[in-house]
């Protein structure tokens, strides 16, 4: 199967039409849903290519920042106990994650979350938090730091170890949010762009009683969910590191949006128009 239930739903295999999880997240626009995605047997690889010293997506690094080297976006304060580590835009350096997207099925997965039509790759992503880390991952939604707006959008987060605890958290139905949530620097806690007033404040979920959505996920397992979904995660207590990879894909009707400053992952030099098909 391509897919496989969130919870309740029934989930049709490859040539039975549009799946329920699909029928799902088009009814909501994009509400998160749970799936398994085979990458081809990959799982095992990719976890074993985010231990790997030499490579950017590894929690062995020695630096803390996020992103290119000289782009530094430290996300633990001096003194925090642990260390999250995250790293983009390795696909075209790293094969094991070319592979990963290219030689699996996950672009069908989700031109069928998002009702069909041509599929892009924004970017990827890896995130390893090492054991101890008990912070937490902030309340954020990614679009807002995105050059790109759309309905046809869809994170996959997809851990390479088991993870009971220190698991993707998602606020039911906020990608339907009249207002965008504001974009933060994690570490200060300010605003990534100027103009807050343009935003809506980063609410807290579990305070104001939001519906939250989270699964005890293995490898293999996805979690599916909108660009402007709010989302976090929890500290990773265990003594178990967290490795997870995901992708950001955008579907046909993905557009490019000028943003108030530099945008996360910034792609210099893109030459991209506003309204443009990126």
Not at 121 to 126: I, R
Request: one cysteine or more.
């Amino acid at each position: 199967q391509l897919l496989r239930g969130a919870r309740r739903h029934l989930v049709a295999g490859p040539g039975h039409g549009i799946s329920p999880v699909s029928r799902s997240y088009l009814a909501g626009f994009g509400r998160v849903v749970r799936c398994s995605i085979r990458f081809t047997g990959l799982a095992s690889r990719l976890a074993s290519t985010a231990s790997r010293p030499s490579m950017a997506a590894t929690a062995e690094m020695s630096t803390t920042g996020i992103g290119r080297p000289g782009q530094p976006m430290p996300t633990l304060k001096s003194g925090e106990a642990g260390r999250f580590f995250d790293d983009y835009c390795n696909w075209d350096r790293i094969p094991e994650f070319r592979e990963a997207i290219f030689g699996s099925r996950v672009a069908e997965v989700a031109s069928r979350l998002m009702g069909g039509g041509k599929v892009q790759l924004f970017h990827d992503h890896v995130l390893v938090k090492e054991p101890g880390t008990a912070k937490p991952t902030p309340w954020h939604s990614d679009g807002p730091y995105y050059f790109v707006a759309g309905r046809q959008t869809v994170s996959f987060w997809s851990p390479l170890d088991p993870v009971p605890e220190a698991t993707l958290r998602c606020v039911a139905g906020s990608h339907l949010w009249a207002k965008d949530v504001l974009p933060t620097r994690w570490l200060a806690g300010t605003g990534f762009y100027p103009g807050e007033h343009d935003y809506m404040p980063v609410p807290d979920p579990e305070a104001e009683g939001m519906r939250i959505l989270d699964w005890e996920l293995e490898p293999g397992d996805a979690v599916a969910f909108h660009f402007r979904t709010l989302h976090g995660a929890r500290g990773n207590t265990t003594d178990r590191r967290r490795r997870a990879f995901s992708l950001r894909l955008v579907g046909e009707d993905a557009r490019y949006v000028e943003r108030p400053g530099p945008t996360s992952p910034p792609f210099a030099g893109h030459g991209m128009v506003a309204g443009q098909r990126l």
